[in-house]
């Protein structure tokens, strides 16, 4: 499975500069051993230790490996071998991760589909990727699977086996260098869904850094709580079987309230969490003691220096991440431990490329890249063993992403990804200073809208903020929605952030809101914010 690769124009000496000053990240490469031989020998080892846990329901290594072997056996009979796409329609559930172990143990790649996505947006992606077979796990009421659809190449549906079904002999398999894992889709501006390719070296490379940084191992038990559909589900699924530690698996509606979830951390003995920020403001809210967890992930979107100051003072005995990455970078590719001269800092630092990861800080001018000079911000280009293989089935896109890596030749991918964010390397560390996207020119005064909405962000009547771009007349204007911290007036709260800020940077429109809309994954939902101001309704 391969896609073509664009070519980066630089200009003279960028080749240099840009390797003097890029940022490698250190430590030995992840083994290249197989999620399904790891797991298998865990079984072996220690067969009645709980491998999953979800609800009342913990199932063994003995029995988890069973179902792989179950599972692998039904897709067999579909026909899947290895590099085929298998689709799996899944929620989160312990046989959702038997799927994804059984799909990687034939050596074929893994598409999940979230349940909740529009039954269009499902239709069109089967069409367009053409599986070998869809898996329905738990989803045999969902409406494409009661329209039996059926994609050209498809073989059919097929459900998880029945206990006793039977089981088909599985012996752990060699990786292939390069081998297509599983797709990931993300939103693309085209309107269409585009399929992130990552490969084996990808995931088990970012999966490695994890389980080091964050020190896990057999007396952990790691969260699983994004939806099926987002990278990050990939290391919570299969971390904590890697190193034979426990997965719980959270459901939504645990999620969606502090208390609940704080409960729900405190029964299961969570010590490995991940979330978006506003999870974790939730479940600082909840004021519930946690001794067992000693891990928070902060992951999507910016984590706010008050939070991580709440979060250092509320929960004293956990550490602190905040990490930073893209699908098309196989997930996270920089770790930072917070400390508490972070929250004093305007911002927090994404840290330093986790290993076999290299970081360029690039400036575009006029279509032509040079090296960002020290303490200058720039670009952010990923290369090394994380960068994935490009987009299922869309070259153009793939080629104005994904660039052959002129820089290093001994690259294991000979690729780079161009995330399109802004950073800063200081002092060998990375500050994300947002998305390249989010730059707007007001009054001919080119503003980031990410400071913007950090310095407001940090007034003592802010609590969170969003900014937005919107046209009056013609003329770029800047839009603030925010949820008070204290009952001060909107106007004091405008003319504060007027001293704060230069004017070219102050919001036009002010919203006071009770929440601030999300997506499903919890991030900030600008989209729906800037919709406001197009509709004319404030």
Same mark, same amino acid.
């Given at each position: 499975?391969?896609?073509?690769?664009?070519?980066?124009?630089?200009?003279?000496?960028?080749?240099?500069?840009?390797?003097?000053?890029?940022?490698?990240?250190?430590?030995?490469?992840?083994?290249?051993?197989?999620?399904?031989?790891?797991?298998?020998?865990?079984?072996?080892?220690?067969?009645?230790r709980v491998a999953v846990r979800h609800a009342t329901l913990d199932i063994t290594y003995a029995g988890f490996a069973r179902r792989v072997r179950q599972m692998a056996a039904a897709l067999s009979a579909q026909g899947c071998t290895a590099g085929d796409l298998v689709a799996v329609l899944m929620a989160r559930s312990a046989d959702a991760i038997v799927a994804f172990v059984a799909v990687e143990a034939l050596g074929a790649v893994h598409v999940p589909i979230d349940p909740a996505w529009p039954t269009?947006?499902?239709?069109?992606?089967?069409?367009?990727?053409?599986?070998?077979?869809?898996?329905?796990?738990?989803?045999?009421?969902?409406?494409?699977?009661?329209?039996? !659809? *059926?994609?050209?190449?498809?073989? /059919?549906?097929?459900?998880? &086996? @029945?206990?006793? #079904?039977?089981?088909?002999?599985?012996? =752990?398999?060699?990786?292939?260098?390069?081998?297509?894992?599983?797709?990931?889709?993300?939103?693309?501006?085209?309107?269409?869904?585009?399929?992130?390719?990552?490969?084996?070296?990808?995931?088990?490379?970012?999966?490695?850094?994890?389980?080091?940084?964050?020190?896990?191992?057999?007396?952990?038990?790691?969260?699983?709580?994004?939806?099926?559909?987002?990278?990050?589900?990939?290391?919570?699924?299969?971390?904590?079987?890697?190193?034979?530690?426990?997965?719980?698996?959270?459901?939504?509606?645990?999620?969606?309230?502090?208390?609940?979830?704080?409960?729900?951390?405190?029964?299961?003995?969570?010590?490995?969490?991940?979330?978006?920020?506003?999870?974790?403001?939730?479940?600082?809210?909840?004021?519930?003691?946690?001794?067992? !967890? *000693?891990?928070?992930?902060?992951? /999507?979107?910016?984590?706010? &220096? @008050?939070?991580? #100051?709440?979060?250092?003072?509320?929960? =004293?005995?956990?550490?602190?991440?905040?990490?930073?990455?893209?699908?098309?970078?196989?997930?996270?590719?920089?770790?930072?431990?917070?400390?508490?001269?972070?929250?004093?800092?305007?911002?927090?630092?994404?840290?330093?490329?986790?290993?076999?990861?290299?970081?360029?800080?690039?400036?575009?001018?006029?279509?032509?890249?040079?090296?960002?000079?020290?303490?200058?911000?720039?670009?952010?280009?990923?290369?090394?063993?994380?960068?994935?293989?490009?987009?299922?089935?869309?070259?153009?896109?793939?080629?104005?992403?994904?660039?052959?890596?002129?820089?290093?030749?001994?690259?294991?991918?000979?690729?780079?990804?161009?995330?399109?964010?802004?950073?800063?390397?200081?002092?060998?560390?990375?500050?994300?200073?947002?998305?390249?996207? *989010?730059?707007?020119?007001?009054? /001919?005064?080119?503003?980031?809208?990410?400071?913007?909405?950090?310095?407001?962000?940090?007034? =003592?009547?802010?609590?969170?903020?969003?900014?937005?771009?919107?046209?009056?007349?013609?003329?770029?204007?800047?839009?603030?929605?925010?949820?008070?911290?204290?009952?001060?007036?909107?106007?004091?709260?405008?003319?504060?952030?007027?001293?704060?800020?230069?004017?070219?940077?102050?919001?036009?429109?002010?919203?006071?809101?009770?929440?601030?809309?999300?997506?499903?994954?919890?991030?900030?939902?600008?989209?729906?914010?800037?919709?406001?101001?197009?509709?004319?309704?404030?």
């Amino acid at each position: 499975m391969t896609t073509p690769l664009g070519r980066l124009a630089v200009q003279p000496g960028t080749h240099r500069l840009a390797v003097e000053r890029a940022l490698r990240g250190t430590g030995p490469a992840a083994p290249m051993t197989g999620v399904w031989a790891r797991i298998s020998r865990h079984a072996e080892d220690h067969p009645n230790r709980v491998a999953v846990r979800h609800a009342t329901l913990d199932i063994t290594y003995a029995g988890f490996a069973r179902r792989v072997r179950q599972m692998a056996a039904a897709l067999s009979a579909q026909g899947c071998t290895a590099g085929d796409l298998v689709a799996v329609l899944m929620a989160r559930s312990a046989d959702a991760i038997v799927a994804f172990v059984a799909v990687e143990a034939l050596g074929a790649v893994h598409v999940p589909i979230d349940p909740a996505w529009p039954t269009a947006r499902v239709d069109e992606l089967l069409q367009r990727i053409q599986p070998r077979c869809v898996v329905s796990v738990g989803q045999d009421d969902h409406p494409v699977r009661q329209s039996g !659809l *059926r994609a050209p190449g498809t073989s /059919g549906w097929t459900g998880m &086996p @029945a206990p006793g #079904a039977p089981e088909m002999p599985l012996p =752990p398999r060699s990786a292939v260098p390069g081998e297509a894992r599983y797709i990931i889709h993300t939103s693309g501006s085209t309107g269409r869904p585009k399929g992130a390719i990552v490969t084996q070296e990808g995931m088990t490379n970012h999966i490695a850094a994890f389980i080091s940084n964050f020190e896990i191992d057999e007396r952990d038990v790691v969260a699983w709580s994004a939806p099926p559909g987002f990278v990050i589900s990939v290391w919570q699924m299969l971390a904590g079987l890697l190193v034979g530690g426990t997965v719980a698996v959270i459901d939504d509606a645990t999620l969606g309230f502090g208390r609940l979830l704080a409960a729900h951390l405190h029964r299961e003995g969570v010590t490995v969490l991940e979330a978006v920020p506003t999870i974790i403001g939730w479940l600082v809210a909840a004021r519930r003691e946690l001794p067992a !967890l *000693r891990c928070l992930v902060s992951t /999507g979107e910016k984590l706010e &220096p @008050a939070l991580a #100051a709440s979060v250092c003072s509320a929960l =004293p005995h956990t550490r602190l991440f905040n990490v930073y990455g893209a699908s098309e970078t196989s997930d996270d590719v920089t770790i930072h431990c917070v400390q508490p001269a972070d929250t004093e800092s305007p911002r927090i630092p994404i840290g330093r490329p986790i290993p076999e990861v290299t970081l360029y800080l690039l400036v575009d001018e006029g279509g032509r890249w040079r090296a960002a000079e020290h303490g200058e911000a720039g670009q952010l280009w990923v290369g090394g063993r994380s960068v994935g293989i490009g987009y299922f089935g869309e070259p153009a896109l793939t080629q104005a992403a994904f660039f052959v890596d002129e820089f290093d030749p001994d690259s294991p991918t000979g690729r780079l990804y161009h995330t399109g964010d802004i950073a800063r390397f200081i002092g060998g560390t990375v500050h994300c200073l947002g998305r390249a996207d *989010r730059q707007i020119k007001v009054a /001919g005064v080119r503003v980031e809208l990410d400071e913007v909405e950090a310095t407001i962000g940090r007034l =003592p009547a802010v609590a969170r903020c969003a900014v937005v771009p919107y046209a009056d007349n013609g003329v770029t204007r800047i839009a603030v929605h925010y949820v008070p911290a204290t009952a001060e007036p909107v106007e004091a709260v405008a003319a504060q952030a007027r001293l704060a800020l230069p004017t070219a940077m102050v919001p036009r429109r002010w919203n006071c809101v009770e929440e601030l809309p999300c997506n499903t994954n919890g991030k900030t939902n600008y989209r729906e914010l800037a919709a406001i101001h197009t509709k004319g309704n404030l």
